[in-house]
């Protein structure tokens, strides 16, 4: 079974420029989240998808974050206009239910300059 | 409020020493899941482990084990003889109640020296 993909691995841009980042979750699971990383620090949940409906966005910074599930299959976060402590790592994940075990993807590294 | 500490920050070891990982957790919930991850130096978190808090069975698998006890809220992680493919953070997370969300501790970074 192929596990959650995500591109880009990793991910230069210049203070103001937008950015987006592409997870494609496991085949089957309906909860796809979106963490951030920074470093140093264990990851904090972003933004929840059951399907194609975010149901917990409450900690998505909505005045440059911006993200969607199209389909209820992949999904892409958006940052417009990035900013120097938006460098990061950001993780997708994807679990059957939201009460299931949550698989990491191998993450987007983001340097913003 | 939903808390996990893993106050190690950082171990080394020499390869075929035991290490154990240490895991601190507060919760107020009287349903939750515990976990352990791992995040090698490829950045991916690899899933090691699911536990809930009505089971507090200790757990064995190959060279892991788990010991969690919920009188003194801990769910620690021992590596037996350890090996330098087992350098990486390790996570411990805590979900639980009406709160699917993952609460991470700040990571607890194991070298393992050949």
């Known amino acids: 079974e192929a596990g959650v993909v995500q591109s880009p691995r990793y991910k230069i841009i210049e203070k103001k420029q937008p950015v987006a980042f592409w997870c494609n979750p496991i085949?089957?699971?309906?909860?796809l989240y979106w963490y951030l990383q920074n470093l140093g620090q264990g990851p904090e949940l972003l933004i929840r998808?059951?399907?194609?409906?975010?149901?917990?966005d409450s900690q998505l910074p909505k005045d440059r974050f911006s993200a969607e599930r199209l389909k209820g299959v992949d999904s892409t976060l958006k940052i417009q206009p990035a900013e120097l402590g938006d460098s990061a790592v950001y993780l997708c994940?994807?679990?059957?239910?939201?009460?299931?075990?949550?698989?990491f993807g191998p993450g987007t590294r983001l340097l913003v300059l | 409020a939903q808390k996990v500490t893993q106050a190690q920050t950082e171990i080394s070891v020499v390869e075929k020493e035991d290490v154990t990982l240490d895991c601190v957790y507060e919760?107020?919930?009287?349903?939750?899941?515990l976990f352990w991850y791992k995040q090698p130096p490829s950045g991916e978190l690899v899933f090691l482990i699911r536990?809930?808090?009505?089971?507090?069975q200790n757990e064995i698998s190959g060279r892991y084990s788990w010991n969690f006890q919920k009188s003194t809220s801990s769910f620690n992680f021992t590596i037996t003889a350890s090996q330098v493919v087992d350098s990486a953070v390790y996570f411990c997370?805590?979900?639980?109640?009406?709160?699917?969300?993952?609460?991470f501790g700040k990571g607890t970074l194991l070298t393992v020296n050949p």
């Open positions: 536990r809930n808090s009505f089971d507090e």
């Open positions: 085949s089957g699971h309906n909860t």
């Open positions: 994940a994807s679990s059957r239910t939201s009460w299931e075990t949550q698989y």
């Open positions: 997370a805590l979900s639980g109640g009406s709160n699917y969300k993952l609460t």
């Open positions: 998808y059951e399907n194609e409906e975010a149901v917990d």
């Open positions: 919760t107020r919930d009287t349903t939750y899941y």
